[in-house]
């Protein structure tokens, strides 16, 4: 018998411009009936390449050899590397379907959840349109869709990330498939809704004896949920087998590397390791020991106050245009931030952390409440006087290239709050001071004139507290601006602001759903649900001994923390 899919001596390159890449080399390796296998790494390590080429879906500048062997009864195997368009669309879908990174930018935004899964049945299964219907219905349901007859006729932007993950699983298991690649499936999305997604996926595996190809660059997730492991890095495999082995006791420094990185209990008040230090200083495989960080010193004289803080969105007014009901986004809330210390703020999607966030910065006017940032009330200033105030209180946001202007230089955009707040006399000197600023989170003079698309994720991330720091604030707000990179560029920017925490002393609010990140890097911790703070407390009390329901199913939530943190930390 014949593993479903078998893929020996594999090596993709890249050709443009007469100059050629190699993204994958010599890789090798099997998935066996009713597994699910994931391949784990960094992005550039070559993990989402192998998948696509799978089903030829790679673009035209790629060059595949070696041979990607698949049998779907067991006995006869064909090369999916050398089928024509014609024949690899028989199988795209139909026996092999995948699941995408990003479900948002997967579905058509101007066709129903339920169109676009009718859709696949009726090209692949020949169904009449009431039986791809009923099928539909009966896909929303097996994937634990809330209202799927509802849910058949909304657009994507009508539902929340999961929902909409949800509804990618239910096209892909429209056709019953063999095998179910699933890319990066649960990235960015809350710790709560990761969990129930995986869960899904294992529960679908079980139920038709699937075959799952999950690709991760978490190996914390991987631990819930897989049987086999493959470690990828710069194109290779560097260690593969059953999972609990090979997490128990890796023998790759990669793999090591990929683990120490990850915060955890044990890596509180340290400075986390990065992979690049790791690899380059470690031929013996053997891991560095841990830092200790030197932070600022923590006041109890209170830098911001936040008394009562209301913020409605209006759901429906009458033909006046009188508001008749509202959505509490932020109700009532009443927390301080002493100076120097950073305080978490975690929660799931739509508990308003954000919301009460940009309300702090008056990004968004509150219906109530008072906002005191160093005794000033915020909300009482005029638009001048709010100008002047800004200047110590800055905000990092969670996505970084949508931060940037794609058409201003990265010098420009750093520049520009300097020109604003007319500070330094001549253009040169805010020149030198956008320099230092550069110099000051890791990078380098000559990428003053490069635009974003010329830099990674976690340097964009620098770029972004590069220019959040330009004005020399008092106050910083981060917003998300950790949850979508790898683990080791995480760490390299949770090293950076507490490396910044300690020489400017600045005070910070840390949003995130990742109560992991949030133990790490915050003094004190505050959980939102539904609007409202549930629980508040040190940060160890937080996350050791919670004491509300909500707190300790976030904390119950966290990837692989039963199994990695006990036996790794």
């Known amino acids: ?111 129903t959840c339920g169109y676009q899964v009718m859709e696949a049945l009726i090209q692949h299964k020949k169904l009449s349109k009431k039986a791809a219907r009923q099928k539909t219905i009966e896909l929303f349901e097996q994937v634990s869709l809330p209202n799927p007859t509802a849910m058949f006729k909304r657009f994507p932007h009508q539902v929340s990330g999961g929902q909409k993950q949800r509804v990618m699983i239910a096209m892909a298991m429209s056709c019953n498939p063999c095998l179910l690649i699933a ?7 809350d710790v709560r809704v990761q969990k129930s997604i995986l869960q899904l996926l294992k529960d679908l595996q079980a139920q038709n004896q699937l075959s799952v190809l999950l690709i991760t660059h978490d190996l914390a997730l991987v631990a819930d949920v897989a049987d086999e492991i493959i470690v990828m890095f710069k194109g290779e495999i560097v260690e593969q087998g059953n999972v609990k082995d090979i997490l128990k006791s890796p023998q790759h420094i990669y793999t090591k590397a990929l683990l120490a990185c990850k915060p955890g209990p044990g890596s509180k008040g340290k400075k986390l390791q990065v992979i690049n230090d790791i690899m380059q200083v470690n031929e013996d495989l053997n891991l560095p020991t841990d830092t200790a960080l030197a932070g600022p ?68 006017k509150p219906s109530a409440g008072k906002i005191l940032l160093e005794g000033k009330d915020i ?41 604003v707040h007319s500070l330094y006399s001549n253009k040169k000197q805010r020149k030198e001071k956008v320099v230092s600023l550069l110099d000051r989170v890791s990078l380098d003079a000559d990428h003053f004139n490069r635009y974003p698309h010329q830099f990674s994720g976690g340097q964009r991330q620098r770029i972004c507290i590069a220019r959040a720091l330009a004005l020399d604030p008092s106050f910083l707000i981060f917003d998300e601006s950790v949850s979508a990179l790898d683990v ?59 004491t509300n329901e909500y707190t300790q199913q976030l904390i119950a939530a966290i990837p692989g923390k039963n199994f990695i943190l006990s036996n790794l930390r």
């Open 1 to 111: 018998m014949h593993p479903l899919l078998q893929i020996n001596n594999l090596q993709i390159s890249f050709t443009q411009d007469g100059d050629t890449g190699l993204a994958v080399q010599n890789s090798s390796f099997t998935i066996p009936k009713g597994k699910l296998v994931a391949i784990v790494g960094e992005s550039g390590s070559g993990k989402s390449v192998t998948a696509l080429s799978v089903l030829q879906l790679l673009p035209k500048q790629a060059n595949i050899k070696g041979d990607i062997l698949f049998s779907a009864d067991g006995t006869k195997q064909e090369n999916l590397a050398l089928l024509s368009e014609k024949k690899i669309n028989t199988i795209r879908g139909n026996k092999i379907a995948m699941i995408f990174q990003e479900p948002m930018t997967s579905l058509n935004p101007v066709y």
């Open 183 to 189: 890319d990066e499936p649960t990235t960015a999305l």
């Open 297 to 364: 010193v923590v006041t109890t004289e209170a830098i911001l106050s936040v008394q009562n803080l209301t913020v409605d969105f209006p759901l429906s007014k009458n033909i006046f245009g009188k508001t008749t009901a509202v959505f509490k986004a932020v109700d009532e809330v009443s927390f301080e931030v002493n100076k120097n210390e950073t305080v978490g703020l975690v929660g799931e999607s739509g508990c308003g952390k954000t919301t009460l966030g940009r309300a702090i910065l008056h990004l968004i």
């Open 379 to 419: 909300a009482a200033l005029n638009e001048q006087q709010l100008r002047i105030i800004r200047k110590n209180l800055q905000i990092v946001f969670q996505d970084p290239y949508g931060s940037l202007n794609p058409r201003i230089r990265i010098g420009d955009a750093i520049m520009e709050p300097l020109t």
């Open 488 to 546: 080791s560029v995480q760490a390299q920017v949770l090293n950076l602001i507490n490396e910044l925490k300690s020489q400017l002393n600045f005070t910070a609010i840390f949003i995130s759903h990742d109560l992991s990140v949030v133990h790490y890097i915050s003094d004190r911790i505050l959980v939102m649900n539904k609007g409202k703070i549930v629980e508040q407390g040190t940060a160890d009390d937080i996350y050791f001994n919670p």
